[in-house]
């Protein structure tokens, strides 16, 4: 009888252990994926800021279309990223596309922000520095909630690779989380340097 009365307390406490372990996972996985959000609600920003910004300078760099229109079209690609990675932050494939459509969209601007230098009358529009204000400080939350991100990934990834997580995370089917990391293109790693 004492025997029996020791297998269950066993079997209790591995099964309570199990059902802390995989919450604690959910938890983590929540987390990251709530960060994820943060970052997606600060990247809509900046798209809704991008068409007034070509909008504004439109009228003053009319020979720089080409310019213009690589905005745009690096701004909607990175668009239809986002919102594919938004739907599974988890998905390490639509992660690694935002990263690249976000690094394209911030080089084409840092080329429409170093054409502009040659518009003075652009310059001191003040629609475009309210714009380009808004911008910057939207850079500055995107740059935060990326690390925010990251860091939850890195707690989540940590907490799925050590044991005892990795067990229940093995039979569970938690994937590794995809961290944001800076593209490879040196043009790309430079910050966008907004000065109007």
Same mark, same amino acid.
């Given at each position: 009888m004492a025997a029996l009365i020791i297998l269950v307390v066993i079997i209790l406490v591995l099964v309570f252990w199990a059902v802390g372990a995989y919450n604690r996972l959910v938890s983590l996985r929540n987390r990251f994926k709530n960060a994820f959000a943060q970052i997606d609600v600060q990247l809509k920003r900046r798209y809704d800021l991008i068409p007034n910004l070509v909008e504004t300078a439109k009228g003053y760099m009319k020979h720089e279309r080409e310019t213009l229109e690589a905005v745009?079209?690096?701004?909607?690609?990175?668009? $239809?990223?986002?919102?594919? @990675?938004?739907?599974?932050? &988890?998905?390490?494939?639509? %992660?690694? *596309?935002?990263?690249?459509?976000?690094?394209?969209?911030?080089?084409?601007?840092?080329?429409?922000?170093?054409?502009?230098?040659?518009?003075?009358?652009?310059?001191?529009?003040?629609?475009?520095?309210?714009?380009?204000?808004?911008?910057?400080? $939207?850079?500055?939350?995107? @740059?935060?909630?990326?690390? &925010?991100?990251?860091?939850? %990934?890195? *707690?989540?990834?940590?907490?799925?690779?050590?044991f005892p997580g990795s067990v229940i995370a093995g039979i569970s089917g938690f994937r590794a989380g995809e961290l944001l990391q800076a593209t490879e293109s040196a043009e790309e790693r430079k910050a966008i340097k907004v000065s109007f």
């Open positions: 745009i079209a690096a701004r909607n690609q990175a668009v $239809t990223s986002s919102a594919k @990675a938004a739907g599974d932050p &988890a998905d390490a494939a639509a %992660v690694q *596309q935002l990263s690249a459509a976000e690094g394209a969209l911030t080089a084409s601007l840092g080329r429409m922000f170093a054409l502009s230098e040659a518009y003075p009358d652009l310059k001191a529009n003040q629609n475009m520095m309210q714009l380009t204000e808004e911008l910057t400080s $939207t850079e500055n939350k995107i @740059a935060f909630s990326r690390q &925010a991100y990251n860091d939850s %990934v890195m *707690q989540y990834n940590t907490s799925i690779e050590q």
